[in-house]
């Protein structure tokens, strides 16, 4: 509305324009949280099993790349002590 007023009008109030501009975002700030909170709330239990199964598996892999890197660490790491 506030772009359609300042193209279209001939006069229009500045701070009119910009009230409307932010009464414009705040119902877009809601939407987006009513959304939000709607997704979260639909979610079902086979949803949340598959992103626990996923975070474990995110978790072991990356417990087992720490014990790789321990195992390797000294071939990992160049020895920077000079070589005679």
Request: glycine share 2%.
């Amino acid at each position: 509305m506030a772009e359609y007023a300042a193209r279209n009008g001939g006069n229009v109030d500045k701070e009119l324009l910009a009230a409307l501009r932010k009464d414009a975002m705040e119902i877009r700030v809601c939407v987006l949280i009513a959304l939000s909170k709607y997704a979260c709330s639909e979610v079902n239990e086979s949803t949340c099993a598959n992103v626990s199964r996923a975070a474990m598996l995110y978790a072991d892999m990356a417990a087992r790349m720490t014990d790789l890197m321990h195992i390797h660490r000294e071939a990992m790491v160049p020895s920077l002590a000079a070589t005679t």
